[in-house]
């Protein structure tokens, strides 16, 4: 499994934006598509987004489509989740994950993670 680091949390203002970074290790992580997930205070872990091993495809829960980025660089083995126009319903703590997959990421897919960084987002 690779590793994974994530990075880039904190508080934020509604309006504001903060850029996630999850730095992997251990596996050649251009054979990983790459995920975020969150979990809100008292829900289920959700999906937010993913890209495929290239960089080439792109997925978007429908709340964060158009505030939300997610890219990687390959050559640095990271991937990174840019949010934009945040709202407190964005608080959570945000997850990122590892789908050693070439193919389109369903979430069972997904079994590597890291350990968590937590975003709040104040009214």
């Known amino acids: 499994q690779v590793q994974l680091v994530e990075s880039g949390g904190g508080l934020v203002q509604a309006g504001g934006s903060l850029r996630l970074s999850c730095a992997a290790s251990g596996r050649t992580f251009s054979n990983y598509a790459m995920g975020w997930f969150r979990q809100p205070p008292g829900k289920e872990r959700e999906f937010v987004a993913a890209?495929?091993?290239?960089?080439?495809?792109?997925y978007y829960e429908d709340s964060v489509k158009g505030r939300f980025t997610i890219s990687r660089d390959n050559t640095k083995n990271t991937v990174y989740l840019q949010m934009n126009s945040l709202k407190p319903e964005d608080t959570a703590v945000y997850y990122c994950?590892?789908?050693?997959?070439?193919?389109?990421?369903?979430?069972?897919?997904?079994?590597?993670w890291g350990q968590g960084t937590q975003v709040t987002v104040s009214s």
């Open positions: 994950a590892g789908a050693r997959t070439f193919a389109v990421p369903k979430p069972a897919d997904f079994g590597s």
């Open positions: 890209i495929n091993w290239s960089g080439g495809s792109k």
